[in-house]
């Protein structure tokens, strides 16, 4: 007979299973010692009857909550591949929620190597950034070099300076200034990649733990 319970009901006891299963095993005698002149088996201190009876129910016990365990994973990850959830940037089953929420912290078999986003935003930071100082570093030796060629213009003579106005310095310094190149308009993209983030790992938070407190599993 099946029975049906919330997705946020067979979540908590699936963790619990795992817990129990493990405290289960650990605390189980499966194998013990006996000689022929004693009654009781070496470890368990117990009659080998007896023991064997504990050890037949361990076991038992044991593979029905594996069991119970395997029959309640497998409705959830059924669940969660049907039932759909919407976000402000478009729909998703939720197992692709959680996957998407996994790999945007930087979670699950890929770890860090599969937050493509974060590492789009680490390189446009860090580009944007060093082009940047590179601009400022090139413009003020520009200044400091026009600086010197005002200085030596002005330092000669009324008729050498009517001939080589301060004119020719300003062209230098508009020829040879650095200026960025950002086509793609850097800062916005961080901003946008940023704000998608944080909208998406909400969102994705929320419409997870409303689907799992709304959406109920059959366990056969």
């Known amino acids: 007979m099946s029975e049906k319970m919330l ?24 194998v013990d010692t006996i000689k022929p002149n004693e009654d009781k088996v070496y470890a368990k201190r117990i009659g080998k009857e007896e023991y064997a009876k504990e050890a037949e129910s361990a076991y038992q016990q044991i593979v029905d909550l594996i069991d119970r365990f395997q029959k309640i994973d497998a409705a959830i990850v059924d669940s969660n591949a049907r039932t759909k959830i919407t976000t402000s940037y478009g729909e998703f089953t939720v197992a692709g929620a959680i996957s998407l929420r996994s790999r945007l912290r930087g979670l699950g078999a890929y770890e860090g190597e599969a937050d493509f986003e974060g590492k789009l935003q680490d390189k446009l930071c860090s580009e944007y950034s060093e082009r940047v100082r590179f601009c400022d570093m090139k413009n003020s030796q520009l200044q400091s070099t026009a600086e010197n060629m005002r ?50 790992l909400t969102e994705l938070d929320t419409q997870i733990k409303v689907s799992n407190a709304t959406t109920f599993v059959e366990i056969g």
């Open 7 to 30: 997705v946020t009901q067979a979540l908590d006891e699936r963790d619990l299973l795992v817990k129990k299963i493990a405290d289960k095993i650990a605390k189980a005698s499966f």
């Open 151 to 200: 200085m030596s213009i002005l330092g000669k003579d009324s008729k050498t300076r009517d001939e080589k106005p301060l004119g020719v310095v300003d062209a230098y310094v508009k020829e040879n200034t650095t200026e960025l190149v950002d086509p793609l308009d850097v800062k916005k993209k961080m901003e946008a990649l940023e704000e998608k983030r944080n909208t998406l």
